[in-house]
């Protein structure tokens, strides 16, 4: 598979993507929803809640932390993420714009 050109595509169909992308797997996905179920997460909760390792749930915190979904805290040894309401406000508009757009035909057929 080539190169996506994103030159191609507007800003914010690039943005929107990116973050689609950091959602895409399941994982991710689990840590979104305790950090929203919890409001507040400290990484060692996360090993407890979700079963995986230490490394794996680090790697996808990063992922999170890069796209912006996130935002943490080192404190000692310990490091607290939570969700950005910056951009998960933004996630959520874009999302209800591109949502918003599908029109359901009257009769229910579309081709």
């Known amino acids: 598979m080539g190169l996506t050109r994103t030159s191609l595509f507007s800003k914010s169909q ?6 689609a992308k950091a959602l895409a797997h399941p994982a991710r996905i ?3 929803e305790q950090l929203l179920k919890t409001q507040s997460c400290i990484n060692g909760d996360l090993v407890e809640e979700l079963g995986l390792a ?3 749930i680090s790697q ?3 992922e999170l932390k890069e796209a912006g ?4 805290t080192i404190e000692g040894v310990r490091m ?3 969700i950005n309401p910056q951009k998960w406000n ?3 508009n874009d999302l209800n714009t591109l949502f918003d757009q599908y029109k359901n035909p009257a009769d229910g057929d579309c081709c």
Do not use: F, K, V
């Not at 690039?14 to 973050?19: A, D, G, K, P, Y």
């Open 14 to 19: 690039n943005e929107l993507s990116r973050s």
């Open 30 to 32: 689990a840590i979104i």
């Open 54 to 56: 230490q490394a794996t």
């Open 60 to 62: 996808h915190l990063r």
């Open 69 to 72: 979904i996130i935002q943490g």
């Open 80 to 82: 607290s993420y939570c």
């Open 90 to 92: 933004e996630i959520r």
